[in-house]
């Protein structure tokens, strides 16, 4: 007797589903760190500019700004959401009320 039979009934491996399942719902972010955008030498920082050096592949991501790295000038930056650190260093950086705007 073969070690999945299971008597009549429907064996485990049919009963199971075959595909895996991905909420739709789910808000999927594609994270850039500060230092990431500390190098670009640009006062304002659009989705069109990460496009263009390379650190997102389509300006329809949804972008999230992390905060491993520091700001050492004003930035301007239209990003999606950003995290709780890269907030506490725009408060924390000189002559930068404006650093993160987040697009809305």
Do not use: W
């Not at 909420?23 to 989705?47: C, R, T, W």
């Not at 301007?76 to 725009?90: G, L, P």
């Amino acid at each position: 007797v073969k070690r999945t039979f299971e008597g009549g009934q429907m064996p485990l491996h049919r009963r199971l589903p075959k595909f895996g399942f991905r909420s739709h719902k789910k808000n999927d972010f594609f994270v850039i760190n500060l230092y990431q955008i500390s190098g670009m030498n640009l006062n304002e920082i659009s989705k069109k500019d990460l496009v263009k050096h390379k650190l997102i592949s389509k300006e329809s991501l949804k972008v999230k700004l992390l905060g491993s790295g520091s700001i050492e000038k004003p930035l301007n930056v239209s990003v999606d959401a950003f995290s709780v650190s890269a907030e506490e260093k725009k408060e924390k950086s000189t002559d930068c009320d404006s650093a993160l705007i987040p697009l809305l």
